[in-house]
């Protein structure tokens, strides 16, 4: 089972802001170790939204921003469309289990 | 633009051995470390294995540990994984990853679009 947790799903209204949720612990994000995020269509390979917690790779819209406090982190989507429905991931290092881990996953649906 | 493209997924019985391949283009691929993450039927991702750049040092995760190895030819511009006493709870869409070095930890930046592992006898 992953570290860090993420909730199931979340949905929102085109041109609405979601926000997904990452919960660490002492040994991972509360350790200081940095959160990624990834956006992944089933059937495709996943995509880097976000790395070091807050910094979007080139050609990442703005729309995408996140942040990280404490043994948490999160991640916002403003102005949702259509073609954000997909699985979101947060990544991060643990130190007690000397790995790297994923969060549990969120599927963000677009109503 | 970088490219990653994985080959070698297949059918194998429980017990089995399997070697995966990813051929790497776009990039200077002995600059960068390389990862194997692989997502179950239903699940969600799962890191697998790093190796670094030169190929002297490699990472596992404590589920493939002593049953898998991870390799690279730079020669080849090519990363492998060898799994040998596969289970059935290793069938999984595996994904090659590039790795980005950020602070003494990685993260991954570019993708495969994954090969098919199913072990079932």
């Known amino acids: 089972q992953s570290v860090l947790t993420q909730p199931p799903s979340v949905s929102g209204a085109p041109g609405q802001r979601v926000t997904i949720s990452c919960a660490g612990s002492?040994?991972?994000?509360?350790?200081?170790?940095?959160v990624h995020w990834y956006q992944h269509l089933p059937g495709t390979a996943p995509k880097l939204l976000i790395y070091?917690?807050?910094n979007r790779p080139s050609g990442v819209p703005d729309r995408f921003s996140g942040s990280k406090s404490g043994t948490s982190a999160s991640l916002a989507i403003s102005g949702l469309q259509a073609e954000d429905e997909a699985d979101y991931y947060c990544?991060?290092?643990?130190?007690?289990?000397?790995?790297?881990?994923f969060g549990t996953g969120t599927k963000v649906t677009v109503l | 633009e970088v490219q990653l493209v994985e080959s070698g997924g297949g059918l194998v019985q429980p017990g089995g051995s399997l070697r995966l391949s990813c051929a790497a283009s776009?990039?200077?691929?002995?600059?960068?470390?390389m990862s194997w993450v692989r997502q179950a039927p239903g699940k969600g991702l799962e890191w697998v294995s790093i190796?670094?750049?030169?190929?002297?040092?490699?990472y596992y995760a404590d589920s493939v540990k002593g049953r898998f190895t991870i390799s690279r030819d730079n020669s080849k511009n090519t990363l492998y994984l060898q799994m040998n006493s596969l289970r059935a709870e290793d069938t999984a869409v595996y994904y090659c990853?590039?790795?980005?070095?950020?602070?003494?930890?990685?993260?991954?930046?570019?993708w495969g679009q994954g090969t098919l592992v199913t072990v079932s006898s």
């Open positions: 990853a590039k790795v980005v070095l950020w602070f003494g930890d990685y993260y991954f930046d570019y």
């Open positions: 776009g990039f200077t691929f002995n600059n960068y470390g």
């Open positions: 190796i670094v750049g030169s190929g002297h040092s490699t």
């Open positions: 002492s040994s991972n994000i509360g350790a200081g170790y940095d």
């Open positions: 070091g917690s807050t």
């Open positions: 990544q991060s290092y643990d130190n007690s289990l000397s790995g790297y881990v």
